[in-house]
């Protein structure tokens, strides 16, 4: 007989009611490599029948768990094989037709995103990848739902800085396309070194080819749920602040790894992973910002901010994984700063500077996450602040990127708004230094030889 917990039950329902506690995403992933074609019209075809044949009961399935289990589950999303693996093998030389392929399939089935339109370029180019990164900016402007993402560098291969370079121009181009809306195109554009291929999380998630088929990996959140725990022991050091983090990240991630196996079952697809990120939200009480503040600090983005961070970062991986023996994505804690109510704050106080958010991603479970800079940056700076960000994941072995949003017209300190999970942000300060030197030499930044463990 299972006995059930009624003190367990009362303290999850005041985690979802009370603390912002969810279930961030459902993510299925689907592999396209079955669907290649000489004939670009064929293969978008068997794109689209592949997508909709098996997504077609994620959103209504993840409807039904969250109504069942009384947990939000705030997000359906597909993530699909890189395109460029798979369009590679037609003629066609504008990919956009997929994208719009893409969006088309995910408005169907009722998914908020379908991320893939991707290229893995970080020891060099094929034909597909070159085409596929051209049609990025058109692609992202002309369609909904679609995401997409490039991989430039890793600790085995070293810095594509060509990929580099290009991307800069990418960020800057598709900013231009979406004017109208504030540069949002780029909130759909993650730039990675060392990108993780079963990542549930947007606008960065694709389906690796390492991956089975289909499968279903969950995104948890919870920066709430942390930062109340941690304001009932105001007085403990930082030791009990771990261990308290721990305690709380295993009950999160039990949460997730519970939803994943019901998606799981009830999909009749592999349960992959959970992501145990904490995925923050603009809402109030849901922040990794306030969780650092939590800690001691007078702001997030003050000295001591970088070391706050490790430690939560630590602590959440230690103990999602005592909860579920199938952790993976990314993992850790995010900090996004649109997305962040405490991170916008700061931001808008002139606290949180660009350099810090650097510093700060060497130690977090991403990298430079949806911050908005000048309208007018060149492309070669955005490319140089990319390859320092790069630099550190390579350099570390971890998952770094790159989401920027220079924002058309705007200058420093004024707002952009993009709504919903994409949040607001005050425009930051880039430096006005040229680096364009270094990004025109191209080439490739060889391995760290810590890349070379054989």
């Known amino acids: 007989m299972r006995f059930v917990d009624t003190a367990e039950v009362i303290e999850t329902l005041h985690m979802i009611q009370v603390e912002n506690l969810d279930i961030r995403t459902i993510t299925m992933g689907i592999s396209l490599l079955d669907c290649a074609a000489e004939s670009g019209t064929e293969a978008r075809r068997r794109i689209y029948d592949k997508v909709t044949r098996l997504a077609e009961r994620l959103a209504p399935v993840g409807e039904a768990i969250s109504q069942e289990f009384g947990i939000p589950i705030i997000n359906k999303r597909v993530a699909v094989t890189p395109l460029a693996l798979v369009a590679g093998a037609c003629a066609?030389?504008?990919?956009?037709?997929?994208?719009?392929?893409?969006?088309?399939?995910?408005?169907?089935?009722?998914?908020?995103?379908?991320?893939?339109?991707?290229?893995?370029?970080?020891?060099?180019?094929?034909?597909?990848d070159r085409r596929l990164i051209a049609s990025i900016p058109e692609a992202l402007a002309t369609t909904e739902r679609?995401?997409?993402?490039?991989?430039?560098a890793t600790t085995r291969a070293g810095i594509n800085m060509d990929a580099v370079r290009e991307m800069g121009e990418v960020i800057a181009q598709t900013a231009a396309l979406t004017a109208d809306r504030d540069g949002v195109g780029c909130a759909k554009l993650v730039v990675f070194a060392n990108a993780a291929e079963d990542n549930p999380f947007m606008a960065g998630a694709f389906h690796g080819v390492g991956e089975p088929e289909c499968c279903i990996n969950v995104g948890v959140s919870g920066p709430g749920v942390v930062k109340r725990a941690l304001e009932k022991v105001p007085e403990a050091d930082l030791g009990v602040v771990a261990e308290t983090i721990k305690r709380t990240a295993f009950k999160i991630t039990r949460m997730g790894q519970l939803v994943a196996q019901e998606a799981s079952r009830r999909l009749g697809v592999p349960f992959g992973i959970v992501d145990l990120s904490l995925a923050p939200t603009a809402a109030v009480g849901d922040s990794v910002a306030h969780i650092l503040e939590e800690m001691?600090?007078?702001?997030?983005?003050?000295?001591?901010?970088?070391?706050?961070?490790?430690?939560?970062?630590?602590?959440?991986?230690?103990?999602?994984?005592?909860?579920?023996?199938?952790?993976g994505g990314l993992s850790g804690a995010f900090i996004p700063v649109s997305e962040d109510a405490g991170m916008i704050e700061a931001a808008s106080a002139g606290v949180l500077s660009l350099e810090k958010l650097?510093?700060?991603?060497?130690?977090?479970?991403?990298?430079?996450?949806?911050i908005a800079i000048p309208g007018d940056t060149p492309p070669e700076t955005i490319a140089a602040i990319?390859?320092?960000?790069?630099?550190?994941?390579?350099?570390?072995?971890?998952?770094?990127?790159?989401?920027?949003?220079?924002?058309?017209?705007?200058?420093?300190?004024?707002?952009?708004?993009?709504?919903?999970?994409?949040?607001?942000?005050?425009?930051?300060?880039?430096?006005?230094?040229?680096?364009?030197?270094?990004?025109?030499?191209?080439?490739?930044?060889?391995?760290?030889?810590?890349?070379?463990r054989n």
């Open 358 to 370: 650097e510093a700060m991603t060497a130690v977090c479970s991403v990298g430079l996450d949806m």
């Open 92 to 128: 066609d030389e504008r990919y956009v037709a997929f994208a719009e392929t893409l969006d088309r399939a995910a408005k169907e089935i009722g998914v908020n995103f379908i991320g893939g339109f991707s290229a893995l370029v970080h020891k060099g180019y094929t034909a597909g």
């Open 296 to 327: 001691g600090l007078e702001r997030c983005g003050g000295p001591g901010s970088t070391a706050a961070l490790a430690l939560l970062n630590d602590a959440v991986k230690k103990g999602g994984l005592m909860a579920t023996s199938y952790a």
């Open 386 to 452: 990319i390859a320092d960000e790069a630099a550190i994941g390579v350099t570390n072995h971890k998952t770094t990127a790159v989401r920027l949003i220079p924002a058309p017209g705007k200058a420093v300190g004024e707002m952009v708004e993009f709504g919903g999970l994409l949040g607001r942000a005050p425009v930051i300060a880039v430096s006005g230094l040229s680096s364009a030197g270094l990004i025109r030499r191209g080439g490739r930044i060889p391995a760290p030889t810590q890349g070379l």
């Open 146 to 152: 679609v995401c997409s993402s490039v991989n430039v």
